[in-house]
């Protein structure tokens, strides 16, 4: 599907399973530009890998960038006989609700800006305040709309990049999956976004949030540990997809209202919701909004549910912040 180069925020700690009445399966895998890690306890030993990967081609065939012959593509090339399927509706629909929450500050129209600062899937090009003035006329949400199984554009020029919350509802997909086989315990990571549900050896699933620190090396240092139960969690950042031109740092999160990369003092974002794509919509739109904007965000939209813990930049120093109701669920911090 998508390459995604974003990076695993979350490490997991699968640890084994000594119970006698159910097996612990753990599967792994590449998928959509990253891999995935799977573990689930089954009464039956049945290892689901297979049934897996075909959703997971299913959904790169229905809303990867990078196959020229998925719908998206062929959407983004003004292909008028395509139909969309029901992975393309949950998605776009989920998008155009999240966009309407935030003001468009969430926005899955804003693929041109990322290829031109060179995050997307087109070769980097030389941004200046003329082109960007430009491409932002092919921005916003509300010039697209879905009618039946056909997305409509109100400019051929648009292009749809699902990138920034199609991984998360991947994670959904394939925990439905599971759920749909009799699997009531597992926990589901793909690329760092992840859902956990049930209880591994009648414990909460852990989870552990990554330091944003761009300088480290492959070991990552943990910020804290999160008991997780029932609930799915994604993590955005930009301090790893970034690159450096003289003395400006680009980052790949782009801001749709100013057409150049967000500026905010939010280093990561992690997001705790129902579920995964809720999760990972929401985690971009925070680093964007940063964190003061966020904070208020949260308190104007307390029927969201949404829990959140942030890793900010307080002149030079990194400060967090989590919201009361996820402190208890902090086991460690580090």
């Known amino acids: 599907m998508m390459k995604f180069l974003f990076p695993i925020f979350v490490l997991l700690f699968f640890i084994s399973c000594n119970s006698n009445k ?61 139909l969309v399927d029901p992975y393309f509706i949950d998605v776009f629909n989920k998008s155009i609700e999240v966009s309407e929450k935030t003001q468009g500050l969430f926005d899955v129209t804003v693929g041109p800006l990322v290829n031109s600062w060179g995050f997307g899937f087109t070769k980097k090009a030389t941004p200046d305040s003329k082109r960007i003035d430009s491409l932002l006329q092919l921005v916003g949400y509300k010039m697209l709309s879905l009618e039946g199984h056909k997305i409509i554009k109100a400019k051929p ?57 761009e300088k480290a090396s492959s070991e990552r240092k943990l910020e804290a540990v999160i008991s997780l139960n029932n609930k799915a969690l ?27 990369p967000a500026k905010q003092n939010v280093l990561s974002a992690t997001v705790i919701a129902d579920d995964c794509i809720t999760a990972d919509a929401y985690a971009t739109a925070f680093m964007v909004m940063g964190l003061k904007k966020s904070k208020s965000f949260l308190e104007r939209n307390k029927d969201l549910k949404l829990e959140v813990y942030f890793i900010y930049d307080d002149n030079g120093n990194w400060k967090t912040y989590a919201s009361e109701s996820l402190k208890k669920q902090i086991t460690e911090l580090h």
């Open 22 to 82: 159910k097996s612990l399966i753990k599967l792994e895998g590449n998928a959509q530009g990253t891999t995935y890690h799977i573990s689930y306890l089954s009464d039956d030993p049945i290892n689901y890998k297979t049934g897996i990967d075909s959703l997971l081609k299913e959904i790169d065939s229905s809303m990867s960038t990078w196959l020229p012959v998925s719908l998206i593509s062929r959407i983004n090339n003004n292909d008028n006989s395509v």
């Open 234 to 260: 994604a993590t955005s950042g930009n301090y790893r997809k970034f690159y450096v031109e003289g003395n400006q740092k680009y980052s790949h999160i782009i801001n749709p209202k100013t057409g150049y």
């Open 157 to 213: 020029e648009i292009k749809i990049d699902f990138n920034a919350i199609a991984q998360g509802y991947s994670v959904d997909v394939l925990s439905n999956y599971l759920e749909s086989k009799g699997i009531n315990n597992y926990l589901v990571e793909l690329g760092g976004e992840l859902k956990a549900k049930g209880k591994k050896e009648n414990k909460n699933w852990k989870v552990g949030i990554d330091k944003p620190d």
